[in-house]
């Protein structure tokens, strides 16, 4: 086995235990308070907001879809991808730091802005994300994918388990979805995101807020897709990530 093969079951391993570990306490109680302040919103209010954003991410898919380009050839390696990935991903960070501290800066309506655009500019990395991992997105599954991968990384503890769950077993799963939750997906995705928006609309710090955040939430999101493309091209190759560490010594 090579030695950046290693590298990377160990990685693996390791980003494996982090999705599938417990929420703290304050992680708990919030998506407690989330869940109960959801239930006091009516129905059709709920509706609304999930079409809504279904619109808007089947917008973002199409229209990232048409600006790709062709796949990279077949004979990069692994270690390859990943480095060039990592240069994908400083670029649409700081697209998303410049984008998260303007629309910080100017108030609530612009602040309110920050939600479709930041979600168009992680869409689009996503995409990039398949291109360089050699999947087609005009393929329906790789564009389903590229959804999960969003879900896994802005999600709550269960449906990080769930979703990480779907992945491992792709071949065998994406056969039997149908179509994404879409009223899961814009709850899990907006209770995650909710508090450090909310602190985005603020006076005075918003353009701080905005920056930080947009950063942080790029590069969770950066980490998600590399691992889910390794995880995915290692299994297609027979290995399966359970062997690891032992944290016992």
Same mark, same amino acid.
């Given at each position: 086995?090579? $030695?950046?093969?290693? #590298?990377?079951?160990? @990685?693996?391993?390791?980003?494996? =235990? +982090?999705?599938?570990?417990?929420?703290?306490?304050?992680? =708990?109680?919030?998506?407690?308070?989330?869940? %109960?302040?959801?239930?006091?919103? !009516?129905? +059709?209010?709920?509706?609304? /907001?999930?079409?809504?954003?279904?619109?808007?991410? %089947?917008?973002?898919?199409?229209?990232?879809?048409?600006?790709?380009?062709? =796949?990279? !050839?077949? @004979?990069?390696?692994?270690?390859?991808?990943?480095?060039?990935?990592? *240069? #994908?991903?400083?670029?649409?960070?700081?697209?998303?730091?410049?984008?998260?501290?303007?629309?910080?800066?100017?108030? /609530?309506?612009?602040?309110?802005?920050?939600?479709?655009?930041?979600?168009?500019?992680?869409?689009?990395?996503?995409?990039?994300?398949? $291109?360089?991992?050699?999947?087609?997105?005009? &393929?329906?599954?790789?564009?389903?994918? /590229?959804?999960?991968?969003?879900?896994?990384?802005?999600?709550?503890? &269960?449906?990080?388990?769930?979703?990480? *769950? /779907?992945?491992?077993?792709?071949?065998?799963? +994406?056969?039997?979805?149908?179509?994404?939750?879409?009223?899961?997906?814009?709850? *899990?995705?907006?209770?995650?995101?909710?508090?450090?928006?909310?602190?985005?609309?603020? !006076?005075?710090?918003?353009?701080?807020?905005?920056?930080?955040?947009?950063?942080?939430?790029?590069?969770?999101?950066?980490?998600?897709?590399?691992?889910?493309?390794?995880? =995915?091209?290692?299994?297609?190759?027979?290995?399966?990530? $359970?062997?690891?560490?032992?944290?016992?010594?």
């Amino acid at each position: 086995m090579d $030695t950046y093969r290693w #590298k990377v079951e160990e @990685e693996l391993f390791l980003w494996k =235990r +982090k999705m599938t570990k417990r929420t703290g306490l304050i992680g =708990r109680t919030s998506k407690n308070v989330q869940t %109960k302040v959801n239930g006091l919103i !009516p129905e +059709k209010v709920h509706q609304v /907001i999930t079409e809504s954003i279904k619109n808007m991410v %089947k917008v973002t898919l199409v229209g990232s879809n048409i600006k790709m380009k062709k =796949r990279l !050839p077949l @004979e990069l390696n692994l270690q390859e991808r990943d480095e060039l990935l990592q *240069e #994908k991903l400083t670029t649409f960070r700081k697209t998303a730091v410049v984008e998260g501290a303007g629309t910080g800066a100017g108030g /609530i309506l612009l602040g309110l802005a920050d939600f479709p655009l930041l979600l168009s500019i992680k869409m689009k990395f996503l995409f990039e994300a398949a $291109t360089v991992y050699g999947f087609d997105t005009d &393929e329906y599954e790789e564009r389903l994918y /590229i959804l999960h991968i969003f879900l896994l990384a802005f999600s709550s503890e &269960e449906k990080r388990k769930e979703t990480l *769950e /779907i992945m491992e077993h792709w071949e065998q799963q +994406k056969s039997l979805i149908g179509e994404m939750d879409w009223r899961d997906f814009q709850q *899990e995705y907006r209770d995650y995101i909710d508090l450090v928006k909310m602190l985005q609309l603020l !006076p005075g710090i918003g353009a701080m807020v905005g920056a930080v955040a947009n950063y942080n939430l790029l590069d969770q999101l950066g980490e998600t897709a590399m691992n889910s493309y390794g995880l =995915r091209l290692l299994s297609k190759n027979g290995l399966e990530i $359970t062997k690891g560490i032992d944290f016992n010594n």
